[in-house]
């Protein structure tokens, strides 16, 4: 019985240290970087990896993260959409430094 107790922990242990590895706020990072990686304003880049990311996370998140992810996604498009100049620009530079790392699936 004890030992059943032992594996039932380290089994529980295992799981959640699993899901440590990304927390909320990276996953609504990178559904952010998601929408900018989209934008044709500032250059549809391919987003497989970051599809995969998103999809592969979202299976461990509550409804509300989810529904928060998809509405930094949808605002990423829209500010994209709408950026010239130097909010242009400073979109471009997010997703080439912060987004970098879910765009090419590091």
């Known amino acids: 019985m004890k030992m059943l107790i032992i594996t039932t922990l380290v089994a529980t242990s295992l799981a959640g240290a699993a899901n440590a590895g990304v ?3 990276q996953y609504l990072e990178a559904a952010r970087c998601r929408g900018l990686a989209s934008s044709e304003n500032l250059g549809t880049l391919d987003t497989a990896a970051i599809d995969a990311f998103l999809r592969r996370e979202g299976a461990s998140r509550t409804l509300a993260v989810k529904a928060s992810a998809q509405k930094k996604m949808s605002e990423a498009v829209k500010a ?3 950026a010239d100049g130097a909010k242009k620009s400073k979109l471009l530079s997010e997703r080439e430094g912060v987004c970098a790392a879910y765009i090419n699936g590091g």
């Open 23 to 25: 927390s909320n706020f």
């Open 80 to 82: 994209a959409a709408a």
